[in-house]
Structure formats: C-alpha cells, structure tokens
C-alpha cells in the first residue's frame, strides 16, 4: 500500500519562509503532487515533481527526492491567505489513482 | 469553464434514508473521481472513471455505496441505506489525461453529508 506522512501542524510568521515535509512510501512511484485546501473550501492544485529537485512557482517551490522518498513544500513571503492545509500526494498503484497526506495545517501569525 | 460542480451542497439525512450525492465534470475531462473526506481518514479515493467507466472502486467502503456515470457530463454517488459513520465532506474532481500530472485535478466544492 501506500502511506504518506506530513507535520500536522505549522505555525509561521507572516513575511516568513515555512517548508512543509512529505515522506512517502509506495510501490510503483510516479510523482509528488501538493494541494491547497482552505477551511470549507475544496482541494486546490499547486505543483507536481516527477523528477528530483525543485521546481519554483511564484512564491511556491517544491522538491522532491526519489532516492529519499521525500519531498517538501516551500511557501516563501508568507500571507495571511496562506493559512490553509495543504496535502501531498502521490500517484501510484495505478497511472491515475492519487493517494492523498493526512495534511498540514498551517497558520501564518502577524 | 464552470469548474465540477456538486449537488447539494450539504444535505442532511435520517439514518436509514438513501442519498444521492450529484457531479458534472469539467467538460472534456475524461476522468471523474469521488472522494471522502473526514478529520479521522483524510481524503479518501473512493471509486474513479475513465470515460465513463469505472475503473477502480476498491475504495468504495462497503455495498452500501454505489456510483454510477451515465454520460460524460454526470455522476452519481449514492449510499443505501445511510449511517452516521457516513457523514462527511464528499468531493468530486475531474481531470483530462495525463494532463492531470501537470495541472492536477479539479475538484469541486463538495457536499457535506451529515446523517443523524
């Protein structure tokens, strides 16, 4: 099967810098994706590595590597709107089934 | 684009009732999935389709649960009979190929199932 594992919870200071660890272990690894899901609302897409190393977008970055089964979310110049939970998530055990990190929540302070 | 769009929005039910839980993909999008969120589990995949087809159900919990897609424009989770156990955020999301792995899937705002 598959199993992610992430912080729980993250607190961090607004303009700060705050990286979000994902640990994974499965069978048949495709790649590492991250989602954003604020409170009542639905998952959103941020970034996708299938390759080692990081890929930037915007104030957003992730890295992933296979070799560790290990990925991290990095979310630079924190807002406010940042505070949300956010996933990862790998595909595996099937070219379309997505399996899902019990997620972080993060809280940006003033 | 309107994005997937769920219906209800929340729905409240008696244990014991049948509910239908109701998505329209993305148009063009050729893969449909429904998952179940709760604080204990997650977001759990319950059961995909590719051109209305469903491919993996292994997700689904128990014989209660059945999905269904018609047409490329909708689908159909319904649980008979419901039980409080069932109450939880349910998720539709869509996506087009192997696109997916570069813009991830859409989801739509989901209906908050509570049983009593």
């Known amino acids: 099967g598959q199993s992610l594992e992430q912080p729980s919870e993250v607190t961090a200071v607004e303009g700060a810098i705050v990286q979000i660890n994902c640990t994974y272990q499965t069978s048949g690894f495709y790649g590492l994706s991250w989602y954003q899901q604020h409170d009542g609302g639905a998952p959103t897409f941020l970034s996708y590595?299938?390759?080692?190393g990081l890929e930037e977008t915007g104030r957003f970055s992730s890295f992933l590597s296979r070799s560790d089964s290990y990925g991290y979310l990095l979310l630079q110049e924190l807002q406010m709107k940042d505070s949300a939970s956010y996933f990862c998530a790998v595909r595996s055990g099937g070219y379309q089934k997505v399996t899902f990190g019990t997620g972080t929540k993060l809280q940006v302070i003033p | 684009d309107a994005g997937v769009i769920q219906s209800p929005r929340h729905e409240v039910t008696e244990m014991g009732q049948e509910v239908t839980l109701r998505c329209k993909p993305i148009s063009g999008h050729d893969y449909l999935f429904w998952y179940r969120q709760t604080m204990m589990r997650g977001l759990e995949l319950l059961i995909y389709f590719n051109n209305n087809v469903p491919i993996d159900d292994s997700g689904m919990p128990e014989d209660r649960f059945s999905a269904k897609m018609p047409n490329a424009s909708f689908s159909t989770l319904k649980i008979q009979p419901s039980e409080p156990r069932d109450s939880a955020v349910y998720f539709c999301?869509?996506?087009?190929?192997?696109?997916?792995?570069?813009?991830?899937?859409?989801f739509g705002s989901g209906t908050r199932l509570t049983v009593v």
């Open positions: 590595n299938a390759l080692d």
């Open positions: 999301a869509s996506s087009l190929g192997q696109l997916h792995l570069i813009y991830g899937y859409t």
